[in-house]
């Protein structure tokens, strides 16, 4: 079974730039997650679709980050502009249904440097 | 707050010998926990998980302990690997919440 897929996995941009990341999640999976995970530190959730729909982005920076998933399959996270301490690995993850024990499946991430 | 962390940053073990990862959450609502395993340039793994009903569920090599009293979690990996080495993250769910993760512990195996 083919894993959670990201690109690009590497992105070097200076700051007040954008930045867009692609994520692919597991076929059939109908939750899709983005993380942000500072160097050393773990993940924090940013945004949580459930199909195409929000279920949770109360921790999203609205006023610079956003994300789509309009079919209900991969998505899409943007960064405008980018600030210096976006510096991180953003991760994406799916899971089969969303329920509260559904097991997260993590992609190998984006690393994003912002000069 | 609502945060889990872990005890110890960095643990070294020699090959063969059994690692203990711990794990301290402050969240009494807390009733889901879950380990992962996170090696250099990937993704977190799933490795275990443990609800609030149980005290100690067991994997292939791995033992998960669970004290509500003192709200602490434990990782056991028996018989440690080289390529055990990794940042272990344990993470926690309450109901309604969404999954929170700890700041993890870097393990590494010495041959």
């Known amino acids: 079974e083919a894993g959670v897929a990201q690109s690009p996995r590497y992105k070097i941009i200076e700051k007040r730039q954008s930045v867009a990341f692609w994520c692919n999640p597991i076929?059939?999976?109908?939750?899709l997650y983005w993380y942000q995970q500072i160097l050393g530190q773990g993940p924090k959730l940013l945004i949580q679709?459930?199909?195409?729909?929000?279920?949770?982005d109360s921790q999203l920076p609205k006023d610079r980050f956003s994300a789509e998933r309009l079919k209900g399959v991969d998505s899409t996270l943007k960064i405008q502009p980018a600030k210096l301490e976006d510096s991180a690995v953003y991760l994406c993850?799916?899971?089969?249904?969303?329920?509260?024990?559904?097991?997260?499946?993590f992609g190998p991430g984006t690393r994003l440097t912002v000069l | 707050g609502e945060s889990v962390g872990l005890h110890l940053p960095t643990l070294s073990v020699q090959e063969g010998d059994n690692s203990i990862i711990n794990c301290a959450y402050s969240?009494?609502?807390?009733?889901?926990f879950i380990w992962y395993k996170q090696e250099s340039g990937k993704g977190p793994q799933f490795i275990i998980d443990?609800?609030?009903?149980?005290d100690k569920r067991q994997g292939q090599r791995v033992t998960v302990l669970l004290n509500k009293t003192v709200k602490h979690l434990s990782l056991q990996i028996a018989a440690t690997q080289p390529g055990d080495s990794a940042v272990y993250f344990c993470?926690?769910?309450?109901?309604?919440?969404?999954?929170?993760f700890g700041e993890g512990t870097q393990l590494t195996v010495n041959p």
């Open positions: 443990i609800r609030s009903n149980m």
């Open positions: 969240n009494s609502a807390s009733d889901y």
């Open positions: 076929s059939g999976h109908a939750t």
């Open positions: 993470a926690e769910k309450t109901s309604g919440s969404r999954l929170t």
């Open positions: 993850a799916s899971s089969l249904d969303g329920t509260y024990t559904d097991t997260q499946y």
């Open positions: 679709f459930q199909n195409n729909g929000v279920v949770d």
